[in-house]
């Protein structure tokens, strides 16, 4: 079974006492893993040496980074590369959130920059696309999500693309409370993966795990995850309530 994956985004919320404290009620669960259940904590900076010892005597718990820089290193004074997250044992980075897209002016092919480093490193990148609200009343969120997919992924080759995570996230429900239906998520994944299918053939594109992103709650998650081709969530404000986020894991397939 590909891997199903409940992907935690705390952006830039908690302190690093209540980050410690929400990793250790929901860990505290101790809900046992299936080999093909992952949990993923995307945490900020600051706090991922801790979250990563957190989290180092679980099975199949994992942490990640939100963002890293596009270059490998030298002097970008604020910035963090994927082999300094490589140095820490960070397994997972969060790369293309709708948010960086907007507000870090982030493009196609910056991300898929930081896609290779990653990859060089030995990083899963949770690779997020997704349309605004105004492409989704257009009608023409296929082919807008298969452009973000096909400039910063299809330079990737055959023996890696089954390395990687797609996270879509439709904009307009992205922290809105409005949730895609779990139709419509099923509709554009089953889209994605033909469109990866089409690139690298049937057989690596059923390999490649596709998470719904924009207001998971622990009472719509299990319906989402249930689709085919939905394989978990990227969950932002639900993923700092501990026992909401519980819940979300345990939904899980
Ligand atoms: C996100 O930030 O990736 C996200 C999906 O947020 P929310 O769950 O709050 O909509």
Redesign the pocket.
């Known amino acids: 079974m590909r891997k199903q994956i409940a992907a935690a ?1 705390w ?1 830039m919320n908690c302190t690093y006492q209540q980050g410690e404290e929400l990793l250790d009620n929901i860990l505290g669960a101790q809900i046992a893993l299936a080999d093909h259940q992952q949990v993923v904590f995307a945490v900020p900076f600051p706090y991922l040496i801790m979250a990563n010892s957190e989290v180092a005597d679980e099975k199949n718990y994992f942490i990640a980074a939100q963002n890293c820089y596009n270059k490998k290193s030298g002097a970008y004074t604020g910035e963090v590369s994927a082999e300094m997250l490589h140095s820490i044992g960070i397994k997972y980075c969060v790369l293309g ?1 709708s948010e960086r897209r907007e507000y870090f002016q982030e493009s196609n092919s910056t991300l898929a920059e930081k896609l290779d480093l990653c990859l060089e490193y030995g990083i899963t990148p949770i690779f997020c696309c997704g349309e605004p609200l105004s492409i989704r009343e257009a009608g023409t969120q296929n082919s807008f999500v298969e452009v973000q997919l096909r400039e910063s992924l299809f330079h990737l080759s055959e023996a890696v693309i089954s390395k990687i995570v797609i996270a879509y ?1 439709p904009i307009w ?3 809105t409370g409005k949730t895609a239906t779990s139709d419509q998520a099923q509709e554009m994944h089953a889209h994605l993966r033909g469109v990866l299918a089409k690139q690298y053939g049937p057989v690596l594109a059923n390999t490649v795990p596709i998470l719904y ?4 709650k622990a009472n719509n998650a299990a319906d989402i995850f249930g689709r085919p081709d939905v394989d978990g969530g ?5 993923s700092l309530n501990a026992s909401e986020f519980i819940a979300i894991i345990k939904a899980l397939k």
């Open positions: 985004n952006k959130h996230e429900a992205i922290g992103g924009g207001s998971v990227l969950v932002g404000g639900a």
